[in-house]
């Protein structure tokens, strides 16, 4: 017999466990980089046996919410540790294989108003302020990737280029330490383009010749869209790669 749909789906407690650790991340009561009480210790808060505690962060580790550090404790996941991947939001890589992290140049920044799109996928509404900013990836001195990012205005109130370019890491890193929005996770659509006049004088290519377009929205928790990007990505010398288990 099927089950009705006004039956409420039974979840493991671990899982609800979890459930109540991101909402703890989310507050930022222990913030990026910081470490989180121990298994001993959540187990005691919740009123739960420690291995269903050890499956919630082992859970959360999966999510790249977490990082386990053996003999250390577990620690919230930041953009800016050395340990992070770099290449986790980066799938452009050389096709000789090498790997190589590309240098950011932040073009411009300047606010308006959400497009009917943009505000779709950020959950906006339409004419509500956003803050647009224009960069380009260099690799080895060569332009191959030139962004356009739509940000919430709300999220973001004071970001300015100069304050970008004042910070010594990544764009993410910038908006978790700068704004306290933690990117977690993305969805991207891909399709060819042609370069138009703009795209080939920042990627240094002629009008018209094939580019690769990324079309990302990034999440925060809560699965809040917090980011729209498309890149535009010459590949000259490079190509999109990624991982599927």
């Given at each position: 017999m099927s089950q009705s749909p006004s039956t409420p789906a039974f979840r493991?407690?671990?899982?609800?466990?979890?459930?109540?650790?991101?909402?703890?991340?989310?507050?930022?009561?222990?913030?990026?980089?910081?470490?989180?009480?121990?298994?001993?210790?959540?187990?005691?808060?919740?009123?739960v046996a420690q291995g269903t505690v050890r499956k919630a962060i082992e859970a959360l580790?999966?999510?790249?919410?977490?990082?386990?550090?053996?003999?250390?404790?577990t620690y919230v996941a930041t953009?800016?540790?050395?340990?992070?991947?770099?290449?986790?939001?980066?799938?452009?890589?050389?096709?000789?294989?090498?790997?190589?992290?590309?240098?950011?140049r932040l073009l411009d920044v300047r606010r308006a108003k959400a497009s009917i799109e943009a505000a779709r996928l950020l959950d906006l509404k339409a004419g509500e302020a956003v803050i647009l900013l224009r960069r380009v990836l260099e690799y080895a001195g060569t332009p191959t990737i030139f962004d356009?990012?739509?940000?919430?205005?709300?999220?973001?109130?004071?970001?300015?280029?100069?304050?970008?370019?004042?910070?010594?890491?990544?764009?993410?890193?910038?908006?978790?330490?700068?704004?306290?929005?933690?990117?977690?996770k993305a969805q991207e659509k891909l399709r060819a383009v042609a370069a138009d006049a703009t795209a080939?004088?920042?990627?240094?290519?002629?009008?018209g010749t094939p580019l690769l377009a990324v079309d990302r929205v990034t999440f925060t928790y809560g699965d809040r869209p917090v980011e729209l990007r498309r890149g535009l990505c010459s590949t000259r010398h490079h190509h999109y790669a990624n991982e599927l288990q």
């Open positions: 493991p407690l671990y899982l609800q466990i979890k459930g109540l650790l991101e909402k703890s991340l989310e507050a930022r009561e222990w913030r990026p980089g910081e470490a989180i009480p121990s298994e001993i210790e959540l187990a005691s808060r919740f009123g580790a999966a999510d790249n919410l977490v990082v386990r550090r053996q003999g250390k404790g953009h800016t540790e050395e340990q992070t991947p770099q290449f986790r939001f980066l799938h452009i890589r050389r096709n000789d294989g090498e790997a190589e992290y590309p240098a950011s356009e990012i739509t940000l919430p205005a709300a999220l973001f109130r004071g970001l300015t280029k100069a304050k970008y370019d004042a910070y010594h890491g990544s764009m993410y890193g910038f908006f978790e330490t700068q704004f306290g929005v933690r990117m977690l080939a004088a920042m990627l240094r290519v002629a009008i």
